[in-house]
């Protein structure tokens, strides 16, 4: 006799709240920055995280997910953790953010290099 075990694949949502939004729906960049500000409020966090952000067809925000909680300067991300979250809502495309809390939004070596991984396991 082998064992075989048999799993069951369920998302939970953990809360939900009313946000200062005039619409969950991301049609520009400055709606994505506006969303991402007022909800995640990551400009106030003393640590790296990074977190996905499924949508709709229609580009309404169907759920927000943390990949990664990281330290001053750092955050671990797979393309595993990162596309898991998209499957599990159903979503027809995602939004990828993090912070950065030192304040100076440029492009980390590290940031470059996971951002073209994310693309090509997305493709």
């Not at 064992?3 to 939970?12: A, P, S």
């Not at 991301?26 to 995280?49: G, M, W, Y």
């Amino acid at each position: 006799m082998k064992r075989i075990n048999i799993f069951t694949i369920i998302q939970v949502k953990e809360k939900g709240a009313l946000y200062e939004l005039d619409s969950k729906f991301i049609n520009s960049p400055e709606d994505a920055n506006h969303a991402i500000r007022t909800v995640l409020r990551l400009q106030e966090k003393a640590v790296e995280q990074f977190w996905v952000i499924t949508l709709t067809t229609k580009n309404e925000i169907a759920g927000l997910h943390p990949i990664s909680v990281g330290s001053l300067n750092a955050s671990l991300v797979h393309p595993r953790e990162v596309f898991k979250p998209a499957y599990l809502n159903n979503a027809a495309s995602i939004m990828l953010t993090h912070n950065h809390p030192s304040g100076d939004p440029t492009p980390s070596r590290e940031d470059i290099t996971i951002t073209k991984r994310l693309c090509e396991a997305g493709e």
